[in-house]
């Protein structure tokens, strides 16, 4: 079966990086674009980036210059790097696939940016 596990995430200074990561299985990874969502408490997911099945990332407007979307055929893994991190990134992050009409999710990773 599909599974998205995710690992990185925590608590992170304001101006300081991090890399989540979206460990894969149970379909073929190079034939599928995956995406990040962001959630802030109270609202809804929103898609953030995503990475094409040929390696071309997309980034929300928000994160332009500050994320990189990036993928790791062989290992079938999926990375999200974001520097210079501010408060107002605070929130949860999803990796996601899309699978014959249906979504599928990492577990979600926290990331908390204070001081």
């Known amino acids: 079966q599909v599974q998205l596990v995710q690992s990185g995430g925590g608590l992170v200074q304001p101006g300081g990086s991090l890399t989540l990561s979206c460990a894969t299985s149970?379909?073929?990874?190079?034939?599928?674009?995956l995406a990040w969502y962001r959630q802030y408490p109270g609202d809804e997911r929103e898609r953030i980036g995503v990475i094409t099945k040929n390696g071309f990332p997309m980034t929300h407007d928000s994160l332009l210059g500050r994320a990189t979307i990036s993928r790791d055929n062989a290992n079938s893994t999926l990375y999200l790097q974001i520097n210079s991190l501010k408060p107002e990134d605070t929130a949860a992050y999803y990796c996601?696939?899309?699978?014959?009409?249906?979504?599928?999710w990492g577990q979600g990773s926290q990331v908390t940016v204070s001081s």
């Open positions: 996601n696939v899309y699978i014959d009409q249906r979504d599928y």
């Open positions: 149970g379909f073929t990874f190079s034939d599928y674009a």
